[in-house]
């Protein structure tokens, strides 16, 4: 099974303020990776699909980039609603799995 | 716009059988080229991909999970359902529902959740 690590677990940050979070796989993936938001209480939340590609009707404050073992998730300018948990998927090979997530918070 | 709700027991006795089903509503789960998905969280731990059940009624499973597990649509209810028996108190989670499509490189994206449903395994 491929493993996906995400650091940090946790990070404080302001508004207006450019964050990056990162992902690893253990194994390469080629770019079967996806990035989700979630708030509490809420459904999970597409942002990015293979690796960089931009969901219909995210901010383009959200990006992403990475291929093989690498990946990050960049957001430029938060925003208050923002501040929220940010997990990645690998859907290259079953059983897809996810990263523990990161913990976004206001600083 | 896609909405996807949870519904089913939040508390399941040990060895007893989980029953969760998923309504659909904004779009039809018969439509192709779309799978529908189960995900849970525990508490504390990350998610888990439970499998997903394709418009067609085929399904595939996490290896870990496939010995308890069944999915199954019903159309005329625009719902699918999850069964997860011998339920153990590791079973305890958010149990998510979602729709999942694929990429030209046949990539799996899940791109519409449901809230999810907490489910206590406990006597």
């Known amino acids: 099974d491929i493993r996906m690590t995400q650091s940090p677990s946790s990070l404080s940050a302001s508004v207006g303020d450019r964050v990056t979070i990162s992902c690893r796989a253990s194994?390469?993936?080629?770019?079967?990776l996806n990035w989700y938001q979630q708030t509490p209480g809420r459904a999970p939340k597409l942002l990015i699909y293979?690796?960089?590609t931009l969901q219909g009707g995210v901010p383009s404050r959200f990006s992403g980039s990475g291929s093989g073992t690498d990946f990050t998730l960049t957001i430029n300018g938060l925003q208050p609603e923002d501040f929220a948990t940010y997990f990645c998927?690998?859907?290259?090979?079953?059983?897809?799995?996810f990263g523990r997530g990161t913990n976004l918070k206001i600083k | 716009q896609l909405q996807l709700q949870e519904s089913g027991p939040g508390l399941v006795k040990p060895s007893e059988t989980l029953s969760l089903t998923c309504s659909v509503s904004?779009?039809?789960?018969?439509?192709?080229?779309?799978?529908w998905g189960w995900i849970r969280q525990p508490p504390g731990k990350g998610l888990e991909w439970i499998g997903n059940?394709?418009?067609?009624?085929?399904?595939f499973y996490n290896p870990a999970l496939k010995s308890r597990v069944a999915m199954s649509l019903d159309t005329s209810r625009n719902q699918f359902s999850l069964k997860l028996n011998s339920m153990t108190a590791a079973d305890t989670a958010v149990y998510h529902c979602?729709?999942?499509?694929?990429?030209?490189?046949?990539?799996?994206?899940?791109?519409?959740w449901g809230q999810g449903a907490m489910v206590t395994v406990s006597s």
């Open positions: 979602a729709r999942a499509w694929t990429t030209v490189l046949s990539q799996v994206v899940f791109d519409f």
């Open positions: 904004g779009g039809s789960i018969s439509t192709s080229n779309y799978y």
């Open positions: 059940i394709y418009h067609s009624g085929s399904a």
């Open positions: 194994q390469s993936i080629a770019g079967y």
């Open positions: 293979t690796a960089s």
């Open positions: 998927q690998q859907s290259y090979s079953i059983p897809y799995s």
